[in-house]
């Protein structure tokens, strides 16, 4: 199957500062790139939607300043969190598809902590 | 709008024994996908099967199945001969063009030795 690589695994940081998550379609090339926030025992939360070269759609509540995403090339997508708090630790989890009505495949996800 | 809903929130079933997951969903396109994912302890997600809502033919692949059936909009994953390694959350989901997948809160599965 495809492999999706995100970037870092974990990440702690200090309050205030910006922490970039990378995720890189390894064997194909990804038009659409969604980004996830997963709380602890819940389902998937979707933040924003990124095609290739265009600006993300991000979701209703979802603060586009504050989760900045980029989509520059077919094979990686970037979110920065920045000025992160406490309240940004979560589980990120992107995943890339070919458009359409296909699948798509999930990075590892990266484990944020706000210190 | 779309919605995928998920009515157990946890399961549990003997190990080699037969489990099924259930998934309804909402919607009034006729062209769709729907996925099921895996999501074990590592959190890595894993797509378990897909089922194109144009054929009425259910999934299949090695121990796991679906039950598709699109006037009910339920779709439901059987497990065969479940093992340990099946233990995980499972996330139904929905795709529709253009592109934004729809999960449902997951169902939990427990493996009994």
């Known amino acids: 199957g495809a492999v999706v690589s995100q970037h870092p695994s974990w990440v702690i940081c200090k309050s205030g500062t910006s922490v970039k998550i990378e995720c890189r379609s390894l064997?194909?090339?990804?038009?659409?790139m969604f980004w996830y926030r997963q709380f602890p025992k819940q389902s998937l939360m979707l933040m924003a939607t990124?095609?290739?070269?265009?600006?993300?759609?991000?979701e209703q509540g979802v603060e586009k300043d504050k989760f900045l995403i980029n989509h520059a090339s077919l094979t990686l997508s970037t979110l920065t969190v920045t000025s992160a708090h406490p309240e940004d630790s979560s589980f990120y989890i992107c995943?890339?598809?070919?458009?359409?009505?296909?699948?798509?495949?999930f990075g590892q996800g990266t484990r944020l902590t706000v210190v | 709008a779309q919605t995928v809903t998920q009515s157990q929130p946890e399961m549990s079933v003997q190990e080699a024994e037969t489990v099924t997951l259930s998934c309804t969903y909402d919607?009034?396109?006729?062209?769709?996908?729907l996925f099921w994912y895996k999501q074990p302890p590592s959190r890595q997600m894993i797509l378990v099967i897909r089922?194109?809502?144009?054929?009425?033919q259910n999934a299949t692949e090695n121990r796991f199945s679906v039950n598709f059936q699109k006037a009910a909009k339920s779709f439901s994953l059987k497990i065969s001969d479940s093992q340990l390694g099946d233990a995980a959350m499972y996330f139904c989901?929905?795709?529709?063009?253009?592109?934004?997948?729809?999960f449902g809160k997951g169902t939990r599965l427990h493996i009994l030795p």
């Open positions: 995943s890339a598809s070919t458009g359409g009505n296909t699948e798509a495949f």
């Open positions: 064997d194909f090339q990804a038009t659409t």
């Open positions: 989901a929905y795709r529709r063009a253009p592109n934004k997948i729809i």
């Open positions: 990124s095609n290739e070269g265009s600006k993300a759609t991000y």
């Open positions: 919607t009034s396109e006729s062209d769709y996908y």
């Open positions: 089922q194109e809502a144009y054929k009425q």
